[in-house]
């Protein structure tokens, strides 16, 4: 089974699918699970967790004072701008897992530093919108933890769903089944790249969009 573990829908402040386009056009690419992990929001969630069509992994991507951090398996929103520890620490108060997302990515990752400084349950390894040498480093990275591994396609817009995921064994009937197989290191991460020209554009934007914000993070 193929799982996306990386999503954004129109609940976060830069995602531009809703969450039909986004079951949609995950079952039509042939993914078995998703997580949609919006900006410091769990509202997708309740409308896709019967679908019918697709597994979803309750998710969401949390903005901390130094970086973003993936959260799966929760059962209530993740309060933002709080330290690393404290995110940890409300995301398995909330009953989930942690993981680092693309810790090497200039505007947005942890870095190297507060990854291994810190307890997280997991690291994610690949993400189609990350830089092919970052991607690289975050594989060595998790590989060097031992920890578990996600990958997703970190997409904003429904064309981009499956471009980053991993496998998972056959059988899995539940989310739980689906991040049990993540956490028992039974996940294969692959994805594309994001490619120099995009970078530079995304880089820019995220300037400017920073700069609008009043110098916050997302």
Not at 51 to 71: C, Q, R, Y
Not at 98 to 125: C, M, V
């Amino acid at each position: 089974m193929k799982a996306d573990l990386h999503i954004h829908s129109n609940f976060s402040n830069d995602g531009k699918s809703t969450v039909e386009e986004i079951v949609a056009a995950a079952a039509e690419r042939g993914l078995g699970c998703i997580a949609i992990t919006d900006h410091n929001s769990f509202e997708a969630y309740g409308f896709v967790k019967d679908n019918g069509k697709v597994i979803v992994i309750p998710g969401i991507e949390v903005s901390s004072k130094d970086g973003h951090i993936l959260a799966y398996g929760i059962d209530r929103d993740i309060p933002k701008e709080m330290t690393i520890k404290e995110t940890i620490d409300a995301i398995h108060e909330a009953g989930g897992v942690a993981f680092a997302a693309h810790p090497y990515r200039w505007w947005s990752g942890l870095g190297e530093k507060n990854t291994l400084e810190n307890d997280f349950d997991g690291i994610e390894a690949r993400n189609a919108r990350s830089t092919a040498s970052s991607n690289r480093r975050s594989e060595a990275l998790a590989a060097r933890t031992g920890k578990p591994v996600s990958a997703g396609s970190d997409a904003h817009t429904p064309q981009f769903i499956g471009d980053g995921v991993v496998e998972l064994p056959d059988g899995i009937a539940t989310w739980q089944d689906a991040l049990n197989a993540v956490m028992e290191k039974k996940a294969k991460p692959s994805s594309t790249n994001r490619r120099a020209s995009s970078t530079l554009r995304y880089g820019v934007k995220s300037i400017v969009r920073w700069i609008l914000r009043g110098f916050k993070r997302i």
